[in-house]
Each structure stands twice: as structure tokens, then as C-alpha cells.
């Protein structure tokens, strides 16, 4: 049974930085594709970033430059580095992990293309 728990959302001010992790549990695929998802009340899941088993990344434009997702197979953990916060980052943060490989070739940046979530870390950001 896959398990994914993140941890490390809290309240941050403007400008500042913080890391979030999500640790692993049951994920036996060697070829994967693990991403970052943020949620906003009253907004639509919005994807953030992607990594695959051979630490190729992707991010979505709102983040671009701005936040690094990495990962450490020897801990099963996944980590979103974020930097230069702004207000509208706030959100419930979300990892997720696909079910093997995806037949497109490359991780998904959408919520439809990811099978396990974890519940959820909040971030506060204050301006």
C-alpha cells in the first residue's frame, strides 16, 4: 500500500523560503513520476512540479525560477524547496506519484496522470 505524508508547510512571510518534503511508504516502481500539486480555496488543484525516477524535472510557469523539487531515492523522499514566497503561493500543498511509467514518456502536469496523494501540508505566506 503506497503512503505519501508530507511535511514542513507553516507561515512564512513575503519574500521568504521554506522546504516541504513527502515521504514515501510502499512505492516499489523503479521508473516513476512524483509531483508537487497546490490547491488555493476556491481554486482548481494547480500542478507546480514533476520529477521522474531519472531526476529529470518540469515546473509550471507560476513557479519557475522561483522553486527546486528534488528528491532522495535513499530516504523515499520527495522535497519542494521554495523561495521568494508571495502571498498567492499560499495554498494546501500536495505530493503525489504517478503508477509506473506513464505511456506519454514524460511526468504529467496534470492531477488525472498521478495515482497516490498524500493529505496535504498547508502554507501561509503574509505580505
Known amino acids: 500500500q503506497v503512503q505519501l505524508v508530507e511535511s514542513g508547510g507553516g507561515s512564512v512571510q513575503s519574500g521568504g523560503s521554506l522546504r516541504l518534503s513527502c515521504e514515501a511508504s510502499g512505492y516499489t516502481d523503479s521508473r516513476y513520476c512524483m509531483g508537487w500539486f497546490r490547491q488555493a480555496p476556491g481554486e482548481e488543484r494547480e500542478w507546480i512540479a514533476s520529477?521522474?525516477?531519472?531526476?529529470?524535472?518540469r515546473y509550471g510557469d507560476s513557479v519557475k525560477g522561483r522553486f527546486t523539487i528534488s528528491q532522495d531515492p535513499a530516504k523515499n523522499t520527495l522535497y519542494l524547496q521554495m523561495s521568494s514566497l508571495k502571498p498567492e503561493d499560499a495554498a494546501m500543498y500536495y505530493c503525489a506519484a504517478g503508477d509506473g511509467w506513464p505511456e506519454i514518456g514524460w511526468c504529467p502536469s496534470t492531477e488525472y496522470g498521478y495515482k497516490y496523494w498524500g493529505p496535504g501540508t498547508q502554507l501561509t505566506v503574509s505580505s
Open positions: 520529477i521522474d525516477s531519472d531526476g529529470n524535472t
